[in-house]
Structures are given as structure tokens and as C-alpha cells.
């Protein structure tokens, strides 16, 4: 196994990074837990220290992008990556710029119309002064919680849907985890229909309010001990691990004044834990084995090693990535007890922490994802318009209209010398013309002219009435010879 070398020291989420590596083959990460996904070791480091605002004005505000012709992509994320960096010199429909925002979910505001989108105001701090940048977003990539133990930020979402800008995981996908037990019950949903064998969800007991967890003790009473999330449990925040009923009732009376659910599970002595991530058609795997002996292995000193994918990891992160209409970026978190025993515990999306060494190419992957997302889904509305007009062009070139369709068939030949008033007028009298005569009055005929209804053709009439004089000669000439000339 090769281990990662890099150290930091102050969390995976907002840590600086050392200068100092440690030596090959030996490393760890500490995964103290902060507000965001971003990673430590970001390209932002290299660049001179300074404020959110100066570094915001100094990656957006370039002569060279075209006004008139360039998509806005908002990013949300903290000040430790410069998103602007996997972007720069990108184009979009062969000659449109892209223009990044970046901003954290506590610097934005904004106000939605139905008719005419979102229009966002970024406030930021420049040379001490307090600066309000206003512009109308094409395209959203969420990096930060939307929610978590201190902030709840729905209300930007509601108003990015609104505004029905699109985003990457979908602003839809954004919304259904906002709250971890809705996201487990499609968990339970995926086991149900694989079977624990293949899908290893842990067991959890789900209560809406306290009253619950007091009166359904003796459900858990012979499991203990027990992880208590209390509401939105996130990132070691609101987890308690329980070993008593004593303590259990003391949880409760804790969950009885936030006004918010809990949920339960058995503790599991864990070996170490999984990370499984996809972004887009790209898969990594990882091992993290806490350093710090907490039982929250996610927190504190942790070795971290990347592995290889195998189908069983790579099927429970396919299954994931159907979740609410589709992840374009989704990581599934697990642990696997020292019995051995593997147990899926929670699904993230595009907030999701990326991990390890390999950090740089998942950030210029999440890049190219969203550089693709909006070739497709922020197209100009000339373009649009432009393609479908060609479209309906080609459709009627193959199709044609009905008269088109009548005057091009090879089986009937174009009318000659049209009258005006356009109808087909022969008598059954009128002498025809030679072969492949048409009168010059007729309009649209076939090839031949139809005789009246219910006459015979002109030749068949001929023939009729030879036989019918034939017929009266022969009757003749029979009464004559039996009754005499008359």
C-alpha cells in the first residue's frame, strides 16, 4: 500500500498546508471538519495572501473576455480554491468566454422573476471598503453545504430554482439533501430491491420528535451501544455515541428543546473507513484509518490510502448516482468493522469532500464537467433559434408540404397551360389526342383522363355494341327459320 506523505494541520475543509513533507511511504491527513468541502492544499495557496475580495476581483474582472459574448458560471465555495484557475482560456460554443464568480453562500444575495431569472449581488470587501457586484448567473456549481450543523442556506436555492438556472448535481438533487434521513430512506428504497448481501446499509431507527425515543427505548435497549444523530447531524457535529439507556434518556431531553428529529444506529468498532467517489465517468476509492483514536473517524489524524475500485465498491456508487434524477458528482461514505463486515452509512453530492494527492485532477475533472454540462444547457438563444429553424428547414425538405408532395411524385406529370379556375372539364364526346396528349385546360391530371362514373371505357363501348348488333342478326335469322319471313 502506498500511503499519502502530505500532512495538514488544521482539517481537510479549511487547514493550511505544511511546507515541510513527511518522509515516502509515511503521511496523514487530519479531517477536523469546517464549513466546506474545499481542500486544503488549493492552487489559491501559491497565490499572494489577501483578502476573498481582492482575490475575487483580481480572477473575474480580465479585459480579455468578451461581454457580448460570454456565459456567467457561479461557483460557491470558501476562499481556499480559485475556481477561476480551471477555467482560464476555456471557451464555449467555439468563441464565447466564460466569466467565474466565486463566492461563499453567506456573500450572496438575490431576487428571482419568473420571466427574466436570477439576479445575484455578491458582496465582497476590496481595499477595506465593502463592494456589491451584481450580475445574472447562466450556470451554478454548488462546492459548499447547503446546509449544515450552523447554517441552513434553502433559501439562495429556492431562489437559484426560481431563477431556473442550472446547475451541477441539479438544483432539484440540491434540494432532496437538505436533510440526511430523506436520503437514507432511498437508501433503504436500493437495498430492498438488491438485497443486504450486495447493498450493506447499516440499520437505523428514525424518530420524528423526543417522545418518540423515550417510548420506543426498549426497540434499541438490547443494541447498545448506539451513534445518536440529533437533526441534520454533519461532519461530527450532532453525533453522540450512546452506551447506556441512562444516557439515551439524557440524548432525548437534549433533542426535546431543538424541535428537530433524531435518528439511531448500532456503533460499529470500525477497521477503517471507505470513500467512494464518481465524478462524471471518472471512479476513486479510498481507505482512511483514523490516527487519533476517536471513534468519529472522520475526525482527528487519519492515514488515507486510494485503492483500487472494484465492481462491488463501483455498483453501490452506480446505484447512488440514479438518486433524484441523476449525480454527476456523488461519493458514498463507509465503514468496515473489525469483524469485518462492510456497512454504507450516508451518500453526499456535489459537495461531497475530495480527498487525497489526487485533488488537483478531481478539481479540473468537476472543471470539465461543468464546461460540457453547459455546452449543452447554456446555449445562446440565437444559436437555439438558428438550429431550429434549420431543423424545421431539413424536416420540410424531407417531408414537403401536401401539394409538394402531389407535383414532385414521379408517377403523376406536372399540369401544362393551368386555366383559372383550375377544373378538369372533358366531355365524354371530346375526341382524344394522340398518346400522351393532354388538353391544355386540365389541371393536375393523371396521366390518362378518367372516364365519367359508371361509363364503360371508350373501347369496351365499341366492343359492346358489336356484340349486341351481332346478337339481334343471329335472332333474326332464328325466328326466321322457324316462324318464316315476316
Known sequence: MNFLRRRFSSGDLQGEANEKEDPPLVGALNFKKGPSPSAPNSPSKSAPSGNIGQRFFSSTAKPTINKDRCKTLLVIDDEHTDWSKYFRGKKLFGDWDIRVEQAQFSELNLAAYSDSGAMVDIQVTRNGNKVVRSFKPDFLLIRQHVRDAHEDWRNLLLGFKYGAIPSVNSLSAEYNFLDKPWVFAQLIDIQKRLGKDVFPLIEQAYYPNHKEMVSNMWLITPKFPVVVKIGHAHSGLGKIKVDSVQTFHEVASIVAVTSTYATSEPY??????????????????????????????????????????????????????????????????????????????????????????????????????????????????????????????????????????????????????????????????????????????MSNPPPQPFPAPNAAPPGLARMGSRDEEDTMKNLRKTFAGIFGDM
Open 268 to 441: 460499529v468498532d470500525s477497521r477503517y473507513d471507505i470513500h467512494l467517489q464518481k465524478i462524471g465517468t471518472n471512479y476513486k476509492a479510498y481507505l482512511r484509518k483514523s490516527l487519533s483514536g476517536n471513534w468519529k473517524a472522520n475526525t482527528g489524524s487519519a492515514m488515507l490510502e486510494q485503492i483500487a475500485m472494484n465492481e462491488r465498491f463501483k455498483l453501490w456508487v452506480d446505484e447512488c448516482s440514479q438518486l433524484f434524477g441523476g449525480l454527476d458528482l456523488v461519493a458514498v461514505e463507509a465503514i468496515q468493522g473489525k469483524d469485518g463486515k462492510e456497512h454504507i452509512i450516508e451518500v453526499n453530492g456535489s459537495s461531497m469532500t475530495l480527498l487525497g494527492e489526487a485533488q488537483e485532477e478531481d478539481r479540473r475533472l468537476i472543471a470539465e464537467l461543468v464546461l460540457a454540462k453547459m455546452q449543452t444547457m447554456c446555449k445562446p438563444v440565437s444559436m437555439s433559434l438558428s438550429k431550429a429553424t434549420s431543423s424545421h428547414a431539413i424536416m420540410h425538405q424531407m417531408n414537403g408540404s401536401p401539394q409538394n408532395q402531389a407535383s414532385s411524385s414521379p408517377s403523376v406529370k406536372p399540369p401544362q397551360n393551368r386555366p383559372a379556375d383550375g377544373l378538369l372539364q372533358q366531355s365524354p364526346n371530346q375526341s382524344r389526342g394522340p398518346p400522351g396528349h393532354q388538353p391544355s385546360h
